[in-house]
């Protein structure tokens, strides 16, 4: 039979808004060691907005034309970011035709007969685009915490944009009563390492990985189990999924998306990362109760 204090915990730990789906979550989270946490929507806001429009050899309308004309397509919230900025500006989106989101890199279409390029360094990169005359734009993006998107016609570099997200503002308060309770903390992100690393210094989160693929989330907390560390993941997305089902206690954020609650043991209804915390210190407070 369920112990009476199992009841009482699970429902204690409704009342802080975080809904416990799976029974053994409640007496797993006590025991936690490391927390895992998703960047954008769990640490952040997860509505980011356009900051810094920098255009080579035209001009920053020409340029919102044309990331907009990719990201009208597109789902991801930086894709949001960019479409209301132009929206904003009254900017006519560009006409793109064959377009394709690629996961961890960014999205492509056709524009008379060229490729339109916009994401990260390392894709575009790859695609052979020289990048080096927009290095200290996009290092001004990293240094505010914001992401660098970079626009490209075939090979030619034709600018960047820098969208950032807020992180919530009780985000590092809630890292501070993991670190009290005594987990380490962990960020891993598609984001470049720059950004990361900004946000990580603000809310004084442990440990990170950046640069992470979509599908490579899992794999991190599995690692992490190996070491012999009891995991926690936190996150809000389809990407996230697979890794909260990983993890020792999965904790979904409340708005995210539905694939992430139903791969999750804990939903946090408040979107709040104290909703953790408050899980671990009621596990530990019921946990006492049944010895
Ligand atoms: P996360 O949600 O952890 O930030 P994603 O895997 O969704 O990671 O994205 C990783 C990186 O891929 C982003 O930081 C961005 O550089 C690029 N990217 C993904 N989707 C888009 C998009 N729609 N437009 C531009 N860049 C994108
Ligand atoms: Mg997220």
Redesign the pocket.
Known sequence: ATPMSVIVGVGKAAEYGALIRQGDALQTAGKLDLVIL????TITEGHPAVTHVHALGSDDSRLLALAGG??RH??????EA?VNRADDDNIALEKVTDFE???????QGQLDGQTLR????R?LEGEGVDLASLDEAAESITRDAG???FLALDDKALGVIG?ADAIKPDSEAAIRRLHDAGLRVMM?????RA?AEAIARKTNIDDIRA????ED?ADIVEEMRRKGYRVAMVGD?I?DAPALAAADVGFAIGTGTDVAIESAAITLMRGSLHGVADAIEISRATVRNIH
């Open positions: 998703d960047k954008t929507g990719l990201e597109s789902e991801h919230p930086l894709a960019i989101a690629l996961n961890g890199k960014g999205v916009l994401g990260n360094r894709w992401t660098p998107l969208v891993v992100t598609g984001d470049v950004t640069e992470v693929l979509p989330k997305g990407n």
